[in-house]
């Protein structure tokens, strides 16, 4: 054998009670288990890692990751690796690089830099799915990449490469063009679709434009991914309208961070529940993830209204430099609660500037809105107004309107798993990027009791490479892949705060992808044992 741990706590990743045993890895696989009362003589190996005293897991599955050029740029990503991250799902929000032709990517790029930087550092060689997982698979020199990564075909970026920027319904051509764009993407290896129904364009297709490429999607047993409509005035309804849809198309779905927030929705997570459980009871397919905070992340140009970003970047600049249209944005978004905001009038001192792509305004960073414009003596919306237009729309915020009551009740659910949602730009990112798996592990199980810690190791492995349909990750068996971490129950816990979110965390001391060390006696290697995950479809009649 390569590798056997020797007496530890295995929790497998089914919610069973765990067990002590030997566990010995070969070739990339588990390749035998030994519990204590086997008898027989015990698995030896080339190395021998003690495990007394430590947990051994499936690597976590990170359901919601923000990571598409990070994967690229940062051959470490410590980010992920130090948390135990073995694969991450990225494509997210309906927004990402691929498909696109050269329009498309320059548009893309421009939208999101706020999530990923602008991609000046990156060799944007790819235009389809198959080709943006092949450069993941080639990653750094050949070597590949520091973690997995599953790909979902991001809605948004479909519409804009069929349609481009209009708000109006599809063509008939159009919508062809759209389910042709999904279905080989499919075929290219990728797990899903996403939506961002709060980020344009994605936001601009009806229900039915929706569920006519959920329908695709359920031909390929992928599932369908949607950060819907509204997470605050309108959220039960924006859920409802994702069950139903999907119901429809007879596609699965998997709620994107599954949160219930501003003050219109606190105590509100048993309506959520009880809506998704009786979805549940009747047959759908359905999951969720959750990150274990309070506050939101995204970006400032994101609480626009949706009319303001028709034409892309360059026509929501262009609105924002004339006076009469600012004023009109400014009216939505302040008294009314503009669609980009959820359709709650937005609290300028909830909105902290999180990071900018310009270095020269870093001044804004860690501050709300408020407290800048109060620096300035000039009302907050003007001090919005400045920073959107000289950051040309690339500051990120974190979005303080969540309640812990409802991110406690929803992270019991029976189908909720982990997602990070965690943006990596920026000076003072939140701490989700660095810290929602072990701040599960350490907060949530050991010392509040909210989950057992091994109903908590379900949640972030084998129920997320269920919803995947990934055969061989996410549980402790003989046969599966030996993506696994190895982590003390007694010390583990998030390093990231508010204050100082790069901090790594602490009580993983290993973390092994394909039976390789990523993480080794807490330091990161040079191991780079990451590809892409691929789905093989088998595509229903």
Same mark, same amino acid.
């Given at each position: 054998?390569?590798?056997?741990?020797?007496?530890?706590?295995?929790?497998?990743?089914?919610?069973?009670?765990?067990?002590?045993?030997?566990?010995?890895?070969?070739?990339?696989?588990?390749?035998?288990?030994?519990?204590?009362?086997?008898?027989?003589?015990?698995?030896?190996?080339?190395?021998?890692?003690?495990?007394?005293?430590?947990?051994?897991?499936?690597?976590?599955?990170?359901?919601?990751?923000?990571?598409?050029?990070? +994967?690229?740029?940062?051959?470490?990503?410590?980010?992920?690796?130090?948390?135990?991250? /073995?694969?991450?799902?990225?494509?997210?929000?309906?927004?990402?690089?691929?498909?696109?032709?050269?329009?498309?990517?320059? &548009?893309?790029?421009?939208?999101?830099?706020?999530?990923?930087?602008?991609?000046?550092?990156?060799?944007?060689?790819?235009?389809?799915?198959?080709?943006?997982?092949?450069?993941?698979?080639?990653?750094? !020199?050949?070597?590949?990449?520091?973690?997995?990564?599953?790909?979902?075909?991001?809605?948004?970026?479909?519409?804009?490469?069929?349609?481009?920027?209009?708000?109006?319904?599809?063509?008939?051509?159009? +919508?062809?063009?759209?389910?042709?764009?999904?279905? &080989?993407?499919?075929?290219?290896?990728?797990?899903?679709?996403?939506?961002?129904?709060?980020?344009?364009?994605?936001?601009?297709?009806?229900? =039915?434009?929706?569920?006519?490429?959920?329908?695709?999607?359920?031909?390929?047993?992928?599932?369908?991914?949607?950060?819907?409509?509204?997470?605050?005035?309108?959220?039960?309804?924006?859920?409802?309208?994702?069950?139903?849809?999907?119901?429809?198309?007879?596609?699965?779905?998997?709620?994107?961070?599954?949160?219930?927030?501003?003050?219109?929705?606190?105590?509100?997570?048993?309506?959520?529940?009880?809506?998704?459980?009786?979805?549940?009871?009747?047959?759908?397919?359905?999951?969720?993830?959750?990150?274990?905070?309070?506050?939101?992340?995204?970006?400032?140009?994101?609480?626009?209204?949706?009319?303001?970003?028709?034409?892309?970047?360059?026509?929501?600049?262009?609105?924002?430099?004339?006076?009469?249209?600012?004023?009109?944005?400014?009216?939505?978004?302040?008294?009314?609660?503009?669609?980009?905001?959820?359709?709650?009038?937005?609290?300028?001192?909830?909105?902290?500037?999180?990071?900018?792509?310009?270095?020269?305004?870093?001044?804004?960073?860690?501050?709300?809105?408020?407290?800048?414009?109060?620096?300035?003596?000039?009302?907050?919306?003007?001090?919005?107004?400045?920073?959107?237009?000289?950051?040309?729309?690339?500051?990120?915020?974190?979005?303080?309107?969540?309640?812990?009551?409802?991110?406690?009740?929803?992270?019991?659910?029976?189908?909720?798993?982990?997602?990070? !949602?965690?943006?990596?730009?920026?000076?003072?990112?939140?701490?989700?990027?660095?810290? /929602?798996?072990?701040?599960?592990?350490?907060?949530?199980?050991? &010392?509040?009791?909210?989950?057992?810690?091994?109903?908590?190791?379900?949640?972030?492995?084998?129920?997320?490479?269920?919803?995947?349909?990934?055969?061989?990750?996410?549980?402790?068996? &003989?046969?599966?892949? =030996? !993506?696994?971490?190895?982590?003390?129950?007694?010390?583990?816990?998030?390093?990231?705060?508010?204050?100082?979110?790069?901090? +790594?965390?602490?009580?993983?001391?290993?973390?092994?992808?394909?039976?390789?060390?990523?993480?080794?006696?807490?330091?990161?290697?040079?191991? +780079?044992?990451?590809?892409?995950?691929?789905?093989?479809?088998?595509?229903?009649?």
């Amino acid at each position: 054998m390569d590798t056997v741990v020797r007496d530890v706590r295995v929790i497998d990743g089914t919610g069973a009670p765990s067990y002590r045993a030997d566990v010995a890895l070969d070739g990339g696989r588990i390749a035998a288990i030994h519990r204590e009362p086997d008898g027989g003589a015990r698995p030896t190996a080339r190395r021998t890692v003690d495990g007394s005293g430590l947990a051994l897991a499936p690597g976590f599955i990170d359901m919601h990751a923000h990571s598409d050029l990070a +994967l690229l740029r940062d051959p470490s990503h410590e980010a992920k690796a130090a948390q135990g991250v /073995t694969l991450e799902v990225i494509g997210q929000d309906g927004l990402s690089y691929a498909p696109v032709d050269d329009r498309t990517l320059a &548009e893309v790029r421009a939208q999101i830099a706020g999530w990923n930087g602008d991609g000046s550092d990156i060799d944007f060689s790819w235009r389809s799915v198959g080709e943006y997982l092949d450069r993941l698979d080639h990653g750094f !020199d050949g070597n590949g990449i520091a973690v997995n990564a599953a790909y979902l075909i991001p809605q948004g970026t479909v519409r804009m490469l069929a349609l481009g920027w209009d708000d109006r319904p599809a063509t008939d051509a159009e +919508l062809a063009h759209m389910r042709r764009l999904v279905a &080989e993407g499919l075929e290219e290896g990728a797990v899903g679709l996403s939506s961002g129904l709060t980020y344009t364009p994605g936001m601009y297709a009806s229900d =039915a434009e929706l569920t006519e490429l959920c329908r695709v999607v359920a031909r390929y047993e992928g599932y369908y991914c949607p950060h819907h409509r509204s997470y605050g005035a309108g959220a039960l309804q924006a859920y409802e309208e994702m069950v139903g849809l999907t119901r429809e198309a007879g596609c699965a779905l998997h709620l994107a961070h599954a949160t219930m927030n501003f003050g219109v929705n606190k105590g509100r997570a048993p309506e959520l529940l009880t809506l998704l459980d009786k979805a549940l009871d009747s047959g759908a397919d359905i999951s969720l993830d959750t990150y274990p905070y309070t506050p939101g992340c995204t970006t400032l140009v994101a609480m626009l209204p949706s009319w303001a970003s028709e034409g892309g970047p360059e026509g929501i600049l262009a609105r924002l430099r004339d006076d009469a249209e600012a004023a009109r944005i400014r009216e939505v978004v302040e008294v009314e609660g503009a669609d980009g905001c959820h359709g709650v009038p937005i609290e300028w001192d909830a909105i902290e500037i999180s990071g900018v792509a310009h270095p020269e305004l870093d001044a804004y960073v860690g501050k709300t809105v408020a407290q800048s414009a109060a620096e300035r003596g000039e009302e907050p919306w003007v001090t919005a107004r400045r920073l959107l237009i000289e950051d040309r729309l690339g500051s990120t915020i974190l979005q303080h309107v969540g309640h812990e009551e409802n991110v406690r009740q929803i992270m019991r659910h029976r189908v909720h798993t982990g997602g990070s !949602d965690g943006i990596l730009q920026g000076a003072k990112p939140h701490p989700r990027a660095y810290g /929602t798996f072990p701040q599960y592990l350490g907060r949530y199980v050991r &010392e509040l009791g909210i989950l057992s810690l091994e109903e908590c190791v379900a949640h972030l492995t084998g129920r997320a490479a269920a919803r995947l349909r990934l055969p061989d990750r996410g549980l402790v068996r &003989e046969g599966y892949r =030996a !993506d696994l971490v190895l982590f003390d129950p007694e010390s583990v816990a998030a390093g990231s705060t508010f204050e100082e979110p790069r901090t +790594l965390p602490v009580g993983i001391p290993h973390v092994l992808i394909d039976g390789r060390f990523v993480i080794e006696d807490g330091r990161r290697t040079d191991v +780079l044992a990451g590809r892409s995950v691929r789905r093989t479809p088998a595509t229903r009649d």
